[in-house]
DNA sequence: CTGTATCCCATTCGATACTG
DNA sequence: CAGTATCGAATGGGATACAG
């Protein structure tokens, strides 16, 4: 009595896949921040502030926070005079290293089109 | 009397190329929205409005609109009755099938994580 | 150095209604 | 069917100041 599994019913859980990942790498700052964990594996504060460019400190806080929650990020506080915090991806953070690389090779293309035409 | 290049250089240039990709993808619907055109390959305005859960028809117009601009979708008008209008990702968009299928897996895997501890 | 708090404007976005 | 128009609420996000 059961029908044989249809097409659109993958394609249904691909969309719910593609939308889980989003609802955890959404935000206008989060994938910048990762890639910039990414390349360069532990990072202070303010070394991400400036590398995005263009990121307040209130909104790399909250980003940041957001992506400790969901366990992309680990925060550790170094007890320096001043104290100062290392960030870096967890082992969970790390398997979007793919997807980075991905958007880092498309980026380059995309611009390369844009301004060749 | 040129410096070496230091790899600083190329994490500069790696972290502006995918700064270059989120201005084109980011936003809460985009990635979504090329994922439905990236599975069913054209699809018609209501047929992306039930793919994208949650995302309403003013969101939706305005998302294609900038994903056009930026020549990642094609719009095309059929002269059915009433008319129907047809989206389909350009070659240059089809170039995101990589990712999309990164963050598919992605997405699976994150939430098996997620839902297992 | 690493944030938090506050103020305040800009943008996003959903709901609803309406048009060709 | 495929949008546009408008309203109002929520969120985003910069600037500045301040705290541990």
Chains 1, 2 share one sequence.
Request: aromatic share 6%; proline share 3%; net charge positive.
């Amino acid at each position: 009595m059961s029908c044989p599994p249809r097409l659109n019913d993958q394609h249904r859980k691909e969309m719910r896949a593609v939308q889980d990942s989003m609802d955890v790498l959404s935000g206008k700052w989060k994938i910048s921040i990762i890639s910039s964990l990414c390349y360069y594996n532990q990072r202070r504060f303010s070394d991400i502030l400036a590398d995005v460019s263009g990121i307040s400190n209130k909104m790399l806080s909250k980003e940041l926070k957001e992506l400790e929650i969901n366990q992309l990020v680990r925060r550790t506080v170094l007890s320096t005079q001043p104290i100062t915090v290392q960030y870096e991806l967890t082992e969970h953070g790390l398997t979007l290293q793919t997807i980075i690389q991905n958007l880092t090779e498309w980026g380059i293309a995309h611009h390369q089109k844009i301004f060749k035409q």
